[in-house]
Every structure is written in C-alpha cells, then in structure tokens.
C-alpha cells in the first residue's frame, strides 16, 4: 500500500507539472502573437468594472443565458476549491481542506454541484434543441459541456465512494454523495470503495488537466483575457489618429493583421462566440454577409497562424486540441488579412452602430477594427465602391455629399419665415448653429431646420450660423475610410471655430454632435457640445418654451446610434414628447441602447444596399408593430430612412414621420401640423 501511494503521489505530480508547463508555454505564445500588434498607452479601468466581471451586469441582459452563465461562473469558482479539496483526500486520506465550518462548505459544494448540472443541461437544451441561431453548434461547441459535466459526476463519484473506503455516515450536509452512497455501504467492502473513489479521483484530476491545457486554445480562453479586457476597456470608443506626417509610413490603416493596436488584438482572445454581436447586429439581422462575431473569430485564427509563424514558437500540443497553430498555420500563413480571411463586402456592410459592441460581454470593440480595415482600402489601396467614391469626392470639391454648390449651402436662410443671423450679423452669440449638409441642403431636412430655428427665436436665444462658410463635418469621409479627408474638413471646421470665438455649439445632426464632443478635441478643438434634443429638453424645463396645443398622435420614437450608444443620450427626446400635450409615447421592442440602427451611419446613408432586405425598412417594420401614427426621431439621417421605409410600406399616409423639434414647433403652435 505505501509503493501504491508513492506511485499515486508521483504521478500526481509529474502530470501537474506537465500541465502548467504547457498550460504557461500556450499562453505566452499568445501574449507574444498580442505584442505584435503596436504598442499603445493602457488604460485602466477598475473602479466600474467589478460589476461586469462579477455582477456579469452585460450578460444579464438576457435574462435566460444570464443566469446560466452567473451560475456557472460561480458554480466554477466554488468547484475549484472543492477539487483542491479533493486532491487533498486523494493524496493525504482521511484529511480535507482546513477551512472552518467544513460540513457547511460540502453542503454547498453539493448543492453548487446540482445547480451548475441543471445550469449545464439548459446550456445543452438551448445549443442543440432550441437551436438558438447565434450559438455555433458541433462537437467542438459542445466540449466544454462534456468537461462540465464530467468533472462535476467525478466530484459526487468520489465523494460517495470516500464514504464506502473510509465507512463514513450518510449525513444531511452531503445529500447528492450520501444517496449514491446508499446503495453500496451496505455490501461493498472498503477496499473496493477504494479503488471506485480513486478511478473518480484520477478521472476529475485528468479531466481537470485536459481542461486546462483546452482553455487556451479555444473560445474559453476568455475565462482568462475577458477580465483583462474589461479592465483595459476604453471609457468611449474612438477612433484613433492617422499622422499623415510621418514620413515612414508606407501603408494607412490595417492591412496586416500587425497593423492593429495590441489592445484591439486581446480582443480576439477575449471573444467568448456567444453571438450577441451578430444577433442584434443589423447587417447581418437583413441577410448582410458581415456577422461581427465571424469577423472577430477569423482575426483571431489569423493572429494566431501567423503569430506562430513569425514567433518560431509553437508549443508541443496535446491530441484532442482540435486546431493547433501548425495547422492553422498551415492553412492561414499565406492568407491576406484583407480578401482571404475578411472580405471587402463584410467591412462595407457595418454600419458602424455599435450595437454589436453593447451586447458584447467581455467589452469587445469591432467597429474601429472594421473603420481600420476600410482605412487601407481606401487610402492604401485606392479601393473603394464607386458610390462611396462619388460622395467622398463631392464633399472635397464642395463640402457636400451630392457636389451641390458650396455656395448654396446658406440657401435655406432665404426660405427661412424666421431670421437667421450669420456670424458676422451676430459676433456676439453664444451658441453656435452648426446646420450640417443635411440640414442645408435636403429639402425634408430643411423643415426641421426652419422648425428649430423658430424655437430657438421664440425662446430669445443668442445664436449665429456659419452659412456658407460651414464645411463638412467630416462624419461620413471618417467612417467610409477616408482619414485624410475627415482631416481636411475638421481642420477647416476648427480655423472658423477659432476665428469666430466658438465656446458653444448645437447642432441637430448626432454624427456631427459626436464629433465635436470626442473626435475633434484629437485635432485641439475644445468647447461645448449640445444635441438640439438637450437645448429644447432644458428649455421645455426652463419653462422658456411652453408646449400648449394638443397633439393627439401615437408616437413612437427612435434612438439615434450616435445619440444614444455613442453618447447615452436617451432622456431628452423622449422628455419633450412627455410634455406635449396628447401625445402617446409608445416603445419599440427595441428601443434605447438596444434599439436598431436606420441603416445610414458608416457612410451607408450613401450606398445601394444590394444584399438581403434595407436597414431601414426592417426598423421602419419593427415601429409599425406598436401602430403608432408617428415615428419621430432626433437625426436627419435617421428622419430620412425612416421616411423612405414608411413610404416603402406603403403607410406614409397613415403613419407620419417628424423630427422632435417638428413636434415641439406644433405644440408651441410655431408650425402647422404638416401632412
């Protein structure tokens, strides 16, 4: 008996040693594929980040898998401290772990033991038979599953036959081990309790081993980059600067999978391929090729076939690791990043909503991945769709998207019923009206213009436009892929700001508003940023605007991508529409940080979309499910394709479109309803 316990112990420890060997060598080389990436400034992010680490606050979102995942998650921590526990039985029997209150830690170990097998059982019960569209399905999406499972039967196995070995009783404080055990304490002898408890044993330790040299190597890695990317997560996304300067750049934006920040790269290993992304991802919600969480999977096999060829350092690989790096170098070292593993339809599809990125549980970013990778086609290699080129080039030649004549944008004044003072008429202002392209030049556009105006004359509000000397605000040169020219316009932009003294703007467009407030503080602008829809909000309080007339309509509002998720703007809108007499507000089923984008942002507002069915009619059907009479929204891209959508349906003469200030003017009976 003392050789067979030398030999136990030995081999115990040899195999545990073999496996953090590996377990080390596995992750280091993926830490080094990471350090391929360029290097950036971390920012680091504890104060508010326990509670998605720990309160899985983004996971809970889904009410169903949310709890599944909270028990696991906790089920495994618990399940950890019972293996070491009985490691220890196995090595050094008739002792346990020296905790306090030992009777009490079995019983939740027990009942932990129960709760993750039926959490692991509904895990099963939605992958293989709801068949839940955006779970992958397969031996190899199951495996974790089998793992689960297995360690968990191994636990209440041992613990029942260590009752046998070592003739303990049957108590209340272990019920799952104590009623398996009841059925062999009465004729097995110890000896052969032994030897069932210790095939337990060495099943949960080779299961326990096999786990942890599989984690690194799959999905599950996330167990241990998710929290690491969570705290490294950016507090706002951004885009990051393109220094058209340096003289030894040879390519802009990413090409090479190399080209890519190192935080961008964690990101792939912290992906966990729940699908949450691709579900609520509007692209691939209308038949798109592009599904965020492909993109991101395809990254991260690429990173790791081509870190392993340019490190030299592919570890020794254990038999059941279904996609080693000499395989996948094999198949993917050649491959170019984009063209083989993301093609150019999957990058045109986004529109850069950022709703992928809030389902996202472990704080994953893909838009800037997918802006990076239009930025080398664009400006590397001069690929680009012909519509997308068409704007691009009207915005440079007159600062517009349909090449209208720069000279035309301050038109609208002229049509105006209000008057609008220029910055030279009024020098003295205190907020700048930043009109945008939209609101100078689209006819429906131009209606609301007009309508805002108005309100802000009615509530004496000092205010001056640019006119014609207005640019571009950059948004869609920015997200098409275009950095040199969003350059171009912002910097434009800023002079005027400068020269005309600029403290406070307010603009009705929220791709403008966003970048004013975060991007064009990168180029040294620094002043106030107000969407339209906060102004009249804080007026509405101020009682300086007074909504009065009846407007007995159904409406129903939609977020704006860059108002809501972009800057969390979700209150104002609706509070204006709360203070106007009559009117219902009713909610989509997707509404706020959840609600689906129209299908313009990312420069889409200027593309034939040519797969699967319009953005903007699959949002303009998900509001007429709550049959509303009014859609109203606060952006001018948004208002238009919503349009466009009610018009498709063929309900434009039941159901109207308005933007919030439109809404506002009638109420304050500044307008007449329009029809």
């Not at 961008?264 to 969480?293: F, H, N, W």
């Not at 704007?391 to 002229?414: D, F, H, V, Y």
């Not at 969407?531 to 977020?559: F, G, M």
Request: with cysteine.
């Amino acid at each position: 008996m003392q050789s067979l316990y030398w030999i136990n112990l030995g081999l115990f420890v040899l195999l545990t040693a073999a496996s953090l060997f590996l377990f080390g060598r596995i992750v280091h080389a993926r830490y080094r594929y990471v350090l391929l990436g360029k290097k950036v400034e971390w920012e680091w992010n504890f104060a508010d980040s326990w509670g998605y680490i720990f309160g899985q606050k983004k996971l809970l979102k889904d009410k169903k898998s949310g709890w599944m995942h909270v028990i696991m998650f906790y089920g495994f921590i618990l399940i950890q401290f019972g293996a070491i526990d009985l490691f220890i039985k196995g090595l050094f029997p008739g002792h346990h772990l020296p905790i306090p209150f030992y009777p009490a830690f079995q019983w939740l170990e027990e009942v932990t033991v129960l709760l993750v097998f039926l959490a692991t059982g509904y895990a099963y019960y939605r992958r293989y038979v709801e068949k839940l569209s955006r779970l992958k399905r397969g031996f190899r999406s199951g495996l974790v599953i089998i793992f689960l499972t297995s360690l968990l039967f191994s636990i209440i196995w041992s613990a029942a036959f260590e009752k046998v070995w070592l003739e303990e009783s049957l108590t209340w404080t272990t019920p799952l081990s104590s009623a398996i055990a009841f059925f062999f304490v009465s004729w097995m002898s110890p000896a052969v309790g032994a030897v069932f408890f210790y095939i337990g044993w060495w099943m949960h330790a080779l299961i326990l081993f096999s786990f942890l040299l599989y984690v690194p190597q799959s999905k599950h890695f996330h167990l241990l980059v998710a929290p690491l990317n969570i705290f490294l997560r950016r507090k706002r996304a951004q885009l990051s600067l393109i220094d058209f300067e340096d003289e030894s750049a040879e390519t802009f934006g990413a090409g090479k999978i190399e080209d890519f920040a190192q935080k961008q790269l964690i990101d792939l290993y912290a992906c966990v391929e729940c699908g949450r992304c691709t579900s609520v991802c509007p692209a691939s919600g209308t038949g798109k090729m592009l599904s965020p969480m492909d993109l991101i999977v395809k990254m991260r096999n690429h990173l790791t076939a081509k870190g392993a060829a340019i490190t030299s350092s592919t570890p020794w690989m254990p038999s059941f690791a279904f996609a080693t790096e000499a395989a996948a170098t094999n198949q993917s070292t050649e491959q170019s990043l984009i063209g083989d593993v993301i093609t150019p339809q999957e990058l045109w599809a986004c529109t850069t909503c950022r709703n992928c990125e809030d389902a996202c549980p472990v704080m994953n970013e893909h838009v800037d991945k997918i802006i990076d990778m239009r930025r080398y086609l664009v400006l590397t290699e001069g690929s680009i769709r012909p519509e997308a080129s068409r704007t691009l080039n009207n915005i440079e030649r007159q600062g517009n998207p349909w090449g209208l004549s720069k000279k035309e944008r301050a038109n609208w004044i002229e049509e105006s019923k209000v008057p609008v003072p220029t910055v030279k008429e009024n020098p003295t202002f205190d907020y700048l009206f930043f009109v945008g392209s939209m609101g100078s030049y689209d006819l429906r556009t131009k209606r609301v213009t007009e309508a805002f105006v108005k309100l802000l004359t009615h509530a004496g509000i000092s205010f001056a436009i640019l006119g014609n000397q207005e640019k571009n605000s950059g948004d869609t040169p920015r997200r098409l892929g275009n950095e040199f020219l969003f350059q171009q316009q912002a910097e434009a932009n800023i002079a005027k700001f400068n020269k005309h003294g600029v403290k406070k703007i307010i603009t009705m467009d929220p791709h403008a508003f966003n970048l004013f407030k975060h991007e064009y503080r990168d180029l040294g602008w620094d002043g106030e940023v107000i969407h339209h829809t906060q102004l009249l909000a804080q007026l509405v309080k101020d009682k300086k605007i007074v909504p009065s007339k009846t407007i007995n309509e159904r409406i129903t509002y939609h977020d704006s991508c860059y108002l809501g998720r972009y800057n969390d703007e979700y209150e104002a809108p609706r509070y204006i529409l709360r203070q106007i007499p009559g009117v219902e507000l009713v909610e989509m089923t997707r509404n706020r940080e959840n609600a689906m984008c129209c299908g313009a942002g990312g420069g889409m507002m200027w593309l034939e979309e040519t797969e699967g069915k319009r953005v903007n009619l699959a949002r303009t059907e998900q509001a007429l499910e709550v049959s509303p009479t009014v859609i109203s929204s606060a952006c001018p891209y948004c208002l238009t394709m919503l349009s466009d959508g009610t018009k498709a349906k063929e309900v434009e003469d039941q159901v109207q479109t308005y933007d919030i200030a439109e809404l506002l003017a009638q109420s304050v009976e500044l307008e007449e309803h329009i029809s």
